[in-house]
């Protein structure tokens, strides 16, 4: 089926699957048209060009969008929301994360094989031919919000979310995303080939690119839903699983469909030394330089990671500009510091990306998807790795979670306080021994906050979080089937295994259990 066909079938709002009517079921209800006045807190404020504080500060919104920042509201409000001893911050962007339980991040800490060091997943995703590996297992509902509850809880208002679409095309995703009241970049995710182990643990790459190629029409469908949809919480972008499994040919389908629906592309690429050496062996190119070649790197890139660049101590290759190249291209590189420090390297370094102009935004990509805690290890890895105090600065950090997310989704209206911007405002506790006295509130939320201090999240104008409860879903329930989950993959994995082992013996356990 062509993008064309897509779209006329979409708009005939024809009852069954991949039509776009389903997207009809997300329809938001009439948002409230009555003013909420929050005051006297301190206000992360955006002034046009970048962050500024506003102590005793004011946040009025009205209808999903933000009416007054400042003081001295000059109008009248329905509602008034009081924010003394509080930060009040724009929503947290991830620009990078798999929703779901992660139970597969629950087992590689710590663990892994090594010779598959400075590699992100190949530790523990693949299983034996035949096997289903963890992305290619269908999520649960209860998985995906599950996830979706973490990012809330920790003031992320807008995810990109990698993940397959599953039997429905993704149409669950979506409507769990609406469900919970989270903003949802998103379609299917596509691949050209996949990875298994053999018998004796070596690693096999199984191509298909037939099967990427119906993967790019499932997103088709789903694209063409959201277009002809009216929620503005649910928006469409490519996502291409990783350079590495891709095809030219699955490569330029991909940019065409990016194109047709006006919307980004998103892909993991340059994460992995065996795969920078990879390409460089197959095609003379660093992966970045491959990109540039194959048109894939535009302002409307998404790149997850992208470590393994020209440069990088690891390469052994300083040959070539691809920091340039990206910066030239307004291409985004998504920094996930958590992950990579638990597989023992990162980012050489933040610093050297905002100095060669590239635009960087933050992804929660492992559990528990905690953005503060991405901002922390993004500081300080940044400062180690750099052997500088005055290098990934807190200010720096902050506005990747937030700006410099929304610059990597075309949105002007996120990741900031500002008349006319999207009411997605995240208000945080600053008193207590979990954060302690505040000098300065950047400084507060890059290196001391956590999910603890969250108190309410908005999005869109609507509280999803209040007094650090869920609103849209029992967070009890969810964390424990959340928990039954992650037991029963685990079970899975250990099947699965080409090793034949116990799963404590590939993983083995920090602590050994003990009868007494």
Same mark, same amino acid.
């Given at each position: ?149 973490? &990012?809330? =809880? #920790? @003031?992320? $208002?807008? +995810? ?5 679409? !599953? ?112 390409? &460089?062996? =197959? #095609? @003379?190119? $660093?992966? +970045? ?5 194959? !048109? ?42 958590v992950v990579q420090a638990r ?65 990597? &989704?075309? =949105? ?39 999910a603890a201090q969250v108190d ?61």
């Open positions: 089926m062509t993008i064309d066909e897509v779209n006329a079938k979409a708009s005939k709002n024809a009852p069954s699957y991949g039509s776009g009517a389903w997207v009809y079921s997300l329809r938001m209800e009439d948002s409230t048209q009555q003013t909420v006045l929050i005051e006297h807190g301190t206000v992360i404020a955006f002034d046009g060009e970048r962050h500024r504080r506003i102590d005793a500060g004011e946040v009025a919104f009205c209808g999903g969008r933000i009416t007054h920042v400042g003081r001295n509201f000059p109008g009248k409000c329905d509602r008034r929301v009081s924010a003394r001893g509080k930060i009040v911050m724009p929503g947290l962007i991830s620009a990078h994360s798999h929703v779901s339980v992660q139970s597969g991040s629950r087992l590689i800490t710590d663990g892994g094989r090594p010779q598959f060091s400075k590699a992100l997943f190949l530790n523990y995703l693949p299983n034996s031919e035949g096997e289903p590996g963890y992305l290619d297992r269908p999520e649960h509902e209860a998985s995906v919000r599950y996830g979706f509850a973490s &990012l809330l =809880r #920790h @003031g992320i $208002t807008t +995810v990109v979310n990698f993940s397959p679409g !599953g039997p429905s095309g993704g149409r669950y995703i979506a409507e769990i995303a609406r469900e919970m009241g989270i903003r949802l970049y998103y379609s299917p995710v596509t691949t050209a080939a996949s990875y298994h182990f053999g018998g004796a643990g070596e690693l096999l790459t199984i191509w298909d690119e037939d099967r990427g190629l119906r993967e790019l029409e499932f997103a088709a469908e789903f694209l063409a839903g959201v277009k002809h949809g009216p929620s503005e919480l649910v928006k469409g972008i490519v996502m291409v699983d990783e350079l590495l499994l891709s095809t030219e040919e699955l490569i330029r389908r991909a940019i065409e469909l990016a194109n047709e629906f006006d919307v980004h592309l998103t892909l993991h690429a340059a994460e992995q030394l065996y795969e920078f050496h990879e390409f &460089l062996r =197959r #095609h @003379g190119r $660093t992966p +970045v330089e491959y990109m540039a070649d194959k !048109g894939l790197l535009t302002s409307k890139t998404v790149i997850a990671h992208c470590l393994m660049i020209a440069g990088h101590s690891s390469t052994g290759h300083r040959h070539g500009d691809d920091l340039g190249l990206l910066a030239k291209a307004g291409a985004t590189v998504v920094h996930c510091p597989r023992g390297y990162g980012m050489e370094s933040y610093q050297r990306y905002l100095d060669a102009g590239v635009n960087v935004a933050l992804g929660a990509d492992t559990w528990p998807l905690d953005l503060f805690a991405e901002m922390r290890m993004a500081t300080y890895l940044g400062k180690l790795t750099d052997g500088r105090y005055d290098a990934a600065k807190a200010m720096d950090i902050f506005n990747s979670a937030t700006l410099g997310g929304a610059k990597a &989704l075309g =949105r002007s209206d996120l990741g900031r306080l500002a008349a006319s911007a999207e009411a997605d405002i995240v208000i945080v506790d600053a008193e207590g021994f979990g954060v302690g006295p505040i000098r300065d509130p950047v400084h507060t939320l890059v290196h001391q906050t956590s309410t999240v908005i999005v869109a104008g609507e509280t999803v979080v209040e007094g650090g409860r869920l609103v849209n879903a029992d967070g009890g329930d969810v964390l424990r089937q959340g928990i039954e989950i992650a037991e029963q993959e685990w079970l899975e994995f250990e099947r699965g295994h080409w090793s034949g082992a116990k799963l404590d013996e590939i993983f083995p356990p920090a602590i050994e259990s003990w009868d007494g």
